[in-house]
């Protein structure tokens, strides 16, 4: 029997885990394929209420720190009641805020309609729709997350020369209308999700790790334990655990992982598509569409980027974890951003965009593989939802430092020195420090299982002591 569990525990979800990976692929053409395609947009927004970048810059920071903080949030609303029910709202208040986007009467509106409305709505679904994969396609895990990731890079093919098309046709205004209605397929994609039904498959507070398997059994003993002690924690430690933020307690290498989102895809990532296209045309390097096109070819080559690494994961090469990857995956970004300057020419431009965009989709395709290695799957949502404010302070500060910097220097160039810099500092010191961290882990999660042995001996003598008094 208990040979029967384990594989129903290890099966995959079938047909339908690949349905999944599709509807997967699309949030991501939408959560994170949007941002990196509203440079068109937002060069008209200049023009239009005649501001500097760093005051149009702040709508994508608003939306990409509201989306990204959002993660416990929707971690919260999932328990509550549902994947698809959450996603589904998700779906419709995105929707909305494209809507009354249109409507705008100032960029101030903007940072409500377009970045506080839109991103909470996008926020309901990030984390989910990446922590819900590995619930339902287990063996092919790599292969069905690089998929269902590709959506970012999509999204960034279709919805940048889209952008600048439904502008050309219909205005700034129109457009936020038309894509109001595009966004709505979301919901369809919502319903598509199904809640887990084993009990192996169930995301909550409890903790568990592929590279604690050693303490399995004991894990399982202590969640019993903590599922017994929790009417008496406090509200306050009840949300602490909800929050998945013990996490970042027991697993000091995931918090340095955390700590290098903050820099990446929260600082540096936001910024770089759209300034990429405002400096391109401030320095005149090709018409409208010739530029859109680059950026389609940037998101191209995110595809790219993102199918090349489960091929380098599948060789299993002892020295390249997904955390290494990831670590190296930064610097070659960073290194790409500091080089963008020599870009002089559309030629160039187009070479430094294609690599930037081939870089830019090997790291977001570790988002949520790097953390998934460290915690493990059934914590890979409450993992993702600790892990999204991170880089949502980060994608609130980011991409105003890169406009206030443009504004004062006149100069997108200092820009993506600044892109550059956050970018290598955060591989660096992910891959300097993730032997001390990895040690700190084994030695944590050593003195867990100690613990619960202990605690579970106490208890066995206590049972026994009772039956021999009885």
Not at 336 to 347: D, E, G, K, Q, R
Not at 436 to 462: L, P, W, Y
Request: hydrophobic share 45%; net charge positive; charged share 15%.
């Amino acid at each position: 029997m208990e040979r029967r569990e384990n594989r129903a525990e290890t099966k995959d979800g079938g047909v339908y885990g690949w349905i999944l990976v599709l509807s997967c692929h699309v949030c991501c053409m939408f959560v994170f394929g949007i941002y990196q395609a509203v440079g068109p947009l937002f060069v008209r927004l200049q023009e239009y209420f005649d501001v500097g970048s760093a005051r149009t810059s702040w709508i994508l920071s608003v939306a990409t720190f509201t989306e990204l903080a959002f993660g416990p949030v929707a971690n919260f609303a999932m328990k509550r009641i549902g994947y698809r029910r959450t996603v589904i709202l998700g779906g419709i208040l995105s929707s909305l805020g494209f809507f009354i986007s249109s409507f705008a009467p100032n960029i101030e509106f903007l940072y409500f309609s377009f970045g506080i409305v839109l991103g909470c709505g996008y926020g309901l679904i990030v984390t989910l729709q990446l922590g819900i994969l590995p619930l339902f396609v287990k063996k092919r895990y790599i292969i069905a997350n690089a998929l269902a990731v590709c959506g970012s890079s999509s999204g960034a093919f279709v919805f940048t020369p889209l952008w600048q098309l439904l502008i050309d046709w219909f205005g700034w205004r129109g457009s936020c209308i038309v894509f109001a209605a595009i966004n709505a397929n979301l919901c369809v994609c919502g319903a598509i999700f199904k809640e887990p039904t084993n009990q192996s498959e169930q995301p909550g507070p409890t903790m568990s790790s592929a590279s604690a398997g050693r303490c399995d059994d004991i894990s399982s003993s202590d969640d019993k334990n903590d599922d017994r002690l929790t009417n008496n924690q406090t509200t306050l430690k009840r949300l602490y655990e909800t929050c998945g933020c013990t996490l970042l307690k027991r697993y000091p290498t995931f918090t340095l992982v955390a700590f290098a989102y903050f820099l990446t895809v929260g600082v540096a990532f936001p910024g770089i598509p759209p300034h990429t296209v405002a400096r391109a045309q401030v320095q005149n390097l090709g018409s409208q569409n010739a530029i859109a096109l680059v950026m389609s070819v940037f998101g191209a080559m995110a595809v790219i980027g993102r199918l090349v690494t489960p091929v380098i994961l599948h060789f299993k090469f002892r020295l390249l974890t997904s955390v290494h990857l990831y670590g190296w995956s930064f610097v070659c970004t960073g290194v790409t951003c500091l080089l963008s300057p020599l870009a002089s020419s559309y030629t160039k431009y187009f070479v430094n965009a294609a690599f930037l965009g081939l870089f830019c989709g090997i790291f977001l395709c570790l988002v949520s593989q790097a953390p998934k290695d460290i915690v493990g799957p059934t914590n890979l949502t409450a993992a993702m939802a600790i892990k999204t404010p991170f880089a949502g302070v980060g994608g609130l500060i980011g991409p105003v430092i890169g406009g206030w910097i443009y504004d004062t220097t006149k100069d997108y160039n200092n820009t993506f020195y600044f892109y550059g810099s956050c970018l290598l500092f955060a591989g660096i010191v992910l891959l300097v420090f993730k032997p001390f961290t990895d040690r700190c882990q084994e030695t944590t999660q050593s003195d867990i299982c100690a613990d619960v042995a202990t605690e579970k001996d106490h208890g066995v003598n206590m049972v026994s002591k009772g039956t021999n008094t009885g």
